[in-house]
């Protein structure tokens, strides 16, 4: 008996995805329940387990294969459970005479066995990366979350690699050097054309949650009436709380008190003042939004992903940054689910964890406003008539000019100012 491996339910609005590795080959036992193949779709990466067990008999999509809700992926042989494929059982007892030659494969630097072994270890695309330049990944060692390996890890190693080659390649370079200088100096010859051959470039084809980025920045380019303001602020009084409470914050809740639970609870009683900043534009109509689901931007491996918290509004400090701090945690595993990135009313993106001082962050669509961060940095302001060192961070509020006007973004801006500069008066607010 043959049972389908069917493309899921990719989740709301999903309708496509792309296969993004086969964890098993053709011939190969399967059990119930065992990840079989990899999808990746414009927002998560999900899995795909056996739902008999048997032998893989066919893989009908390649890896990089575009598929949609309901396809055919591959197929499992009932029939063939718990025997050993007679093509499978010619590969693993090869004959006495060839073991010699077997042997340098089975221990050749193809990656493929150690990356199996230690899978749950890498982020998809650092096992992507890995088995792509043929890395053996029992060789790597994690940085991410739980020790994973990361993309960083694998470029990480394979620069070493390069470093490695150099410095093997050194000595005849130095030796040709020496005995250059023994031979008589010959006039230079007239430099020759640079064959393609001496301009190395590498293609490969885009993701598909990056093409999906990609298409969506590019429609609110086009689709909007976009416009960008900013403002500054002195976070001193909000580093001074942090200092001050931040130990005791850490033993109660588990997490640290971070900026953007400052920020989500300023943008929230800025969108409460201003509410055509938590709205949206549907044909001809307004739709305001009297909730508020918070869009926080967090840069992966395959771009950025917008992780919601639902109910903002409602939750407290702790809750903002337990969500965060788990959001994180996720992108990095590669476990964001559908759920956890569907709808959004406002969004705020922090580039100032990469060193960005200034920047117009693009709408997150459909969505009319966006609230962008940068780094602190100590500067001289002026200060009742004197000059002061504060450590200060420009703001910009990108917003769809078609139902925001300018005045109601400024004054937003001097809202959330207001708000960070006197923290008390988010309590004050409830």
Do not use: C
Not at 19 to 33: A, H, I, Y
Not at 287 to 309: F, R, T
Not at 402 to 418: P, T
């Amino acid at each position: 008996m043959t049972t389908k491996i069917l493309v899921p339910e990719l989740g709301e609005s999903v309708l496509e995805a792309t296969v993004s590795r086969w964890l098993k080959k053709e011939g190969e036992p399967v059990n119930v329940g065992e990840v079989l193949v990899e999808l990746e779709t414009d927002k998560v990466n999900l899995e795909v387990g056996a739902k008999s067990s048997g032998v893989l008999a066919k893989i009908e999509v390649p890896e990089g294969g575009d598929v949609k809700v309901g396809e055919v992926l591959g197929t499992i042989d009932d029939a063939e459970h718990g025997k050993q494929p007679e093509a499978a059982a010619q590969k693993e007892a090869p004959q006495p005479e060839k073991v010699a030659e077997k042997q340098p494969e089975s221990v050749r630097k193809d990656g493929r066995e150690s990356e199996k072994q230690v899978a749950p270890q890498l982020t998809p695309v650092a096992a992507r990366l890995a088995r792509e330049n043929n890395v053996d990944v029992s060789q790597l060692s994690g940085t991410g979350t739980q020790g994973r390996v990361t993309k960083t890890d694998v470029e990480q190693f394979l620069q070493g690699e390069e470093k490695v080659d150099e410095s093997e390649n050194q000595a005849p370079v130095e030796s040709e050097a020496i005995k250059a200088e023994s031979e008589p100096i010959s006039q230079p010859e007239k430099p020759s054309a640079v064959s393609p051959a001496q301009r190395p470039e590498e293609r490969s084809r885009m993701s598909r949650r990056r093409r999906t980025i990609a298409q969506r920045l590019l429609e609110a380019h086009q689709g909007t009436a976009m416009l960008t303001t900013f403002n500054e602020i002195d976070m001193s009084a909000v580093m001074d709380l942090r200092k001050r409470r931040n130990e005791e914050f850490q033993k109660r809740y588990g997490v640290k008190l971070g900026f953007m639970s400052f920020f989500a609870k300023a943008a929230i009683s800025a969108l409460k003042a201003f509410p055509r900043l938590n709205a949206e534009i549907q044909g001809e109509e307004i739709v305001l939004k009297h909730y508020y689901d918070i869009g926080m931007a967090i840069g992966s491996e395959e771009g950025l992903v917008v992780p919601v918290l639902r109910a903002a509004d409602q939750l407290s400090f702790a809750e903002i940054e337990k969500q965060i701090k788990d959001f994180v945690e996720k992108t990095e595993q590669g476990k964001l689910a559908i759920e956890d990135l569907r709808g959004g009313t406002f969004t705020i993106t922090n580039g100032g964890v990469f060193g960005s001082l200034l920047s117009t962050p693009i709408l997150n669509t459909p969505e009319v406003g966006i609230l962008g961060l940068h780094k602190i940095e100590e500067r001289p302001v002026a200060l009742n008539g004197q000059v002061a060192i504060r450590p200060m961070m420009y703001v910009a509020l990108s917003y769809d000019h078609r139902i925001v006007d300018g005045r109601e973004a400024v004054q937003f801006l001097v809202h959330i100012k207001q708000l960070l500069e006197d923290p008390a008066w988010m309590l004050v607010e409830g």
